[in-house]
């Protein structure tokens, strides 16, 4: 992205809503019940989904804050049968050698309750796949580097708008981070300013899916919140 720097020009944001405290009671809860609604999944259906809904999540992810306002991610959407077939052989490569790597001992083991393995049939199954890309730094109108400031963070908040508008649209994904994911950023095309931070199959759940019961199991409230 190209950036002139701007002075300050104060302007009223578009949607100020007034809502009644109770009003805000239910939305929130509604919103908690439905948000907890969620689970990552890892079977697919093949069933169709239209880019227009992939489209409107995209654009809510674009939606979020960032540092600065430098918005440092790209989403590349992907829904060609080849260009996945790519994905999943590179992917099940470094799956494959992460899960023979006795130096990982600790980490499969906190793996194992998910009942996860190399092998990753959701990178075809699925009919959208979005690889999420950090930019690391971008580029000035006269060609030199400019910084981005909390990449991480931004493309985190980013990530997690993405995977509430899909969900809220009906869509099931699965967050997958093959390790190390160079391999996306060949196949996809990207620039060196570009890092793949992780890939979301999206689509709709098989039929018999079932989930891990370990990731129902969320910490008590009261250990991740402190209210002073
Ligand atoms: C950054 C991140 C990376 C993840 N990587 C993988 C992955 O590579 N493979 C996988 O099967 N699940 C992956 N997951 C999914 C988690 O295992 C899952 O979110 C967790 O078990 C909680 O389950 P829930 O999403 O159903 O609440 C990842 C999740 C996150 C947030």
Known sequence: MKTKNKSYQPVSPDNQKLISNS?????SKQHLLEMQSRHT???FSDRKVSYSI????????CS???GANLQPWHFSVISSPSVKSQIRKAAEIEEQKFYNDIKKDEWLTALEPFG?????PHLEVAPWLIVVFSE???????????????VPESVGIATGFLISALHLSGLSCLTHTPNPMGFLSKICNRPSSNKASLILAVGHAAEDVKIPLASTVKKPFKEVVSVF
Request: proline share 5%.
């Open 54 to 61: 992939i489209e409107n999540c995209l654009r809510t992810a």
């Open 116 to 120: 996860t393995h190399p092998s990753k």
């Open 136 to 150: 690391r730094y971008g580029e000035l109108e006269d060609g030199t580097k400019r910084k981005n400031y909390y």
């Open 23 to 27: 009003d805000m009671e239910l939305i």
């Open 64 to 66: 979020a804050p960032s």
């Open 41 to 43: 999944i890892r079977d």
